[in-house]
Structures are given as structure tokens and as C-alpha cells.
T-cell receptor
Framework: KQEVTQIPAALSVPEGENLVLNCSFT??????LQWFRQDPGKGLTSLLL?????REQTSGRLNASLDKSSGRSTLYIAASQPGDSATYLC?????????FGKGTRLSVIA | GAVVSQHPSWVICKSGTSVKIECRSL??????MFWYRQFPKQSLMLMAT?????????EQGVEKDKFLINHASLTLSTLTVTSAHPEDSSFYIC????????????FGPGTRLTVL
């Protein structure tokens, strides 16, 4: 059974810092991995999708990497801003339906 | 493109009543829609997978007679919470996958259900 773990559960950083969010999964037989952003009481916004054959994806200040063999992904956020404050969810797609981690709650302090 | 809407965005109901939540794909056809539930500070848990024109597939532990799912068209799926109880209070999110068969799911904005 696929399990997705995200560390840390919460993170607070001053504005301008670069930061890394971690995601690990137990079954490496995945089709893809996605990072989402969720604001309080809102739905999900897809940030990056990495296919199983890819190593990383970049969008603006965001960079996500995937090491399928070790079951790990990282989301790197450069020059963090208060507007980046949200919960970031990692999800993997494979033989089972999309499986989500519990998320990392990020607070960027101005 | 690939916008998914949900209605209502929030609903408050009395215990014992039924509540219907709609999920629509606005600019694409979705052969498959998914329903998730999210409790506070928890992750999204898949409740069921809905394929247009056929019965939904429910995840283990989800009561199909309590959570009725109908996927009558390629753009609409509904989730009806029957005889709702306070423990059903949660955030319900749907997602839709395009008919092209790619693995990408597009998520709706969610519906906050509060059962008094």
C-alpha cells in the first residue's frame, strides 16, 4: 500500500529565505508525482507535475525534483514571499489512485 | 482551460438530512471523476472513483449507501451525503480526469459541509 510522508509538518521562515520541502513515498512504482498548494479552506492548485521518467520540473521560483528509486521528492522554493504561505501537498500516482501526503504548512514571515 | 467547479462552496444542514454536492468540468469532458474528503489538518482521502455511465468504485471503509455518487454525463458528477451526521462534517473535494486518458487530475475548489 502506497504511503506518502511529508516532512516537516510545519515550517516558518523569514521572507527572502530559500527553503526545501520533503516528500517520501514507499512504493517506487509510480506514474508521476505532483506538488499542490492549498490555501486555508480552499481547493488545490497544481504547482508542478513530474513524470516518472523525469528528474525535475521548474516553474518560476519553484523547482521540484524526483528520485524515484529512493522514493523521494523535494520542492525547492527560492526567495520566499509572504504570499507563499499555504499548505503544500505532495501526491503520487501509480497502480493505486492518487495518494496524498498530509502536507507541510508553510508560513513566510514579512 | 481544465476548470472544475463545485456547488455549493459551503453548506450547513441539520442532522438526518441529505445534501447533494455537484462537481462540473467546465471546459472539458471528464470520463472519470474522483471524490475526496479532507478532515482538518489531514490529507485528502479518496472516497470513490466515478466513471461516466457506470457505478462508482468506492474505497474501503466508505459506505456506498451513505455517499451516493452519480456520474450521469461527461461534465457532471454528484455526491449525495444521505442522512448526514455531525461526523460527516468535512471538506469534500472533487477532481476530474480528461477523456484523453492522461493521468492529470484537475481539482475543484471544494465544498465545506457542516452538519449540526
Amino acid at each position: 500500500k502506497q504511503e506518502v510522508t511529508q516532512i516537516p509538518a510545519a515550517l516558518s521562515v523569514p521572507e527572502g529565505e530559500n527553503l526545501v520541502l520533503n516528500c517520501s513515498f514507499t512504493d517506487s512504482a509510480i506514474y508521476n508525482l505532483q506538488w499542490f498548494r492549498q490555501d486555508p479552506g480552499k481547493g488545490l492548485t497544481s504547482l508542478l507535475l513530474i513524470q516518472s521518467s523525469q528528474r525535475e520540473q521548474t516553474s518560476g521560483r519553484l523547482n521540484a525534483s524526483l528520485d524515484k528509486s529512493s522514493g523521494r521528492s523535494t520542492l525547492y522554493i527560492a526567495a520566499s514571499q509572504p504570499g507563499d504561505s499555504a499548505t503544500y501537498l505532495c501526491a503520487v500516482s501509480g497502480n493505486t489512485p492518487l495518494v496524498f501526503g498530509k502536507g507541510t504548512r508553510l508560513s513566510v514571515i514579512a | 482551460g481544465a476548470v472544475v467547479s463545485q456547488h455549493p462552496s459551503w453548506v450547513i444542514c441539520k442532522s438526518g438530512t441529505s445534501v447533494k454536492i455537484e462537481c462540473r468540468s467546465l471546459d472539458f469532458q471528464a470520463t472519470t471523476m474522483f471524490w475526496y474528503r479532507q478532515f482538518p489538518k489531514q490529507s485528502l482521502m479518496l472516497m470513490a472513483t466515478s466513471n461516466e455511465g457506470s457505478k462508482a468504485t468506492y474505497e474501503q471503509g466508505v459506505e456506498k449507501d451513505k455517499f451516493l455518487i452519480n456520474h450521469a454525463s461527461l461534465t457532471l458528477s454528484t455526491l449525495t451525503v444521505t442522512s448526514a451526521h455531525p461526523e460527516d462534517s468535512s471538506f469534500y473535494i472533487c477532481s476530474a480526469r480528461t477523456a484523453s486518458g492522461t493521468d492529470t487530475q484537475y481539482f475543484g475548489p471544494g465544498t465545506r459541509l457542516t452538519v449540526l
